[in-house]
């Protein structure tokens, strides 16, 4: 089962920045926060991943609180191509093999022109 | 920027054939896997598969699944029976092997094989 709680749906206006919110209060100190997203049945595509401290690349931010029990994705300036399934995942990222990802029901994000 | 690249987009079969999706893993990586998504449903994990052998399955993975790597380029999922509850999206990826220095290790995802089983 995921690990991970995050709201159902949510909708943000276009050009606005949205935030996604996800509680992993039971991560392991060596399980990364992973970031996915699903584009209407496409394949699931990397978003961006982090340990503890904020990452930034150029799809995203990820602030991870400093109990790392939280974190939240932020899409800078949502367009309407970023209306997808979002996923949150903590995987151990390291170390002993590659586990795989447990998918749970993810965010529905809805960009609104 | 390199890519999972998956054959067939959709293929329609009979319940009872079988089934063989094809994939082709980013070049340099040596962690492959299969999911599958039901419509209207999660993406399951199904099997990894590393340095030849199968290092973890999903209870979803019976015998009816089997998974191989024929060359050094593709990975292949058989379905050797196929159920009408097969009916689903298939995705492959892959991951690159990484030390214990080395920070994450991100799984990409190909664009999936529908089945279609009727």
């Known amino acids: 089962d995921a690990k991970t709680t995050q709201p159902t749906s949510m909708d943000c206006a276009e050009g606005r920045a949205a935030n996604l919110p996800c509680n992993h209060s039971?991560?392991?100190?060596?399980?990364?926060v992973y970031w996915y997203r699903q584009i209407h049945s496409q394949g699931p595509q990397y978003i961006i991943h982090?340990?503890?401290n904020n990452e930034t690349n150029e799809m995203a931010s990820l602030i991870i609180t400093e109990d790392r029990k939280s974190s939240t994705l932020i899409l800078p300036h949502a367009t309407l191509r970023d209306t997808a399934v979002y996923y949150c995942?903590?995987?151990?990222?390291?170390?002993?093999?590659?586990?795989?990802?447990?998918f749970g029901k993810g965010t529905r994000l809805s960009v609104i022109a | 920027e390199p890519e999972v690249t998956q054959t067939p987009s959709h293929q329609v079969t009979q319940m009872g054939q079988e089934v063989i999706l094809r994939c082709v893993p980013i070049?340099?990586?040596?962690?492959f896997y299969w999911y599958r998504q039901i419509l209207g449903q999660k993406v399951e994990f199904l099997v990894s598969?590393?340095?030849?052998?199968?290092?973890?399955k999903s209870e979803i993975f019976d015998d009816q699944f089997s998974v191989e790597r024929p060359d050094g380029s593709n990975f292949t999922l058989k379905i050797r029976s196929t159920k009408l509850e097969d009916s689903a999206m298939y995705f492959c990826?892959?991951?690159?092997?990484?030390?214990?220095?080395?920070?994450?290790?991100?799984?990409?995802f190909g664009e999936g094989s529908w089945l279609t089983v009727v």
């Open positions: 990826a892959s991951s690159e092997e990484i030390g214990a220095a080395i920070s994450g290790n991100t799984i990409y």
């Open positions: 039971t991560i392991s100190g060596n399980e990364y």
């Open positions: 982090g340990l503890k």
């Open positions: 995942i903590v995987r151990v990222g390291q170390g002993s093999g590659n586990t795989p990802l447990v």
């Open positions: 070049s340099n990586h040596l962690y």
């Open positions: 598969f590393y340095n030849n052998e199968i290092s973890e």
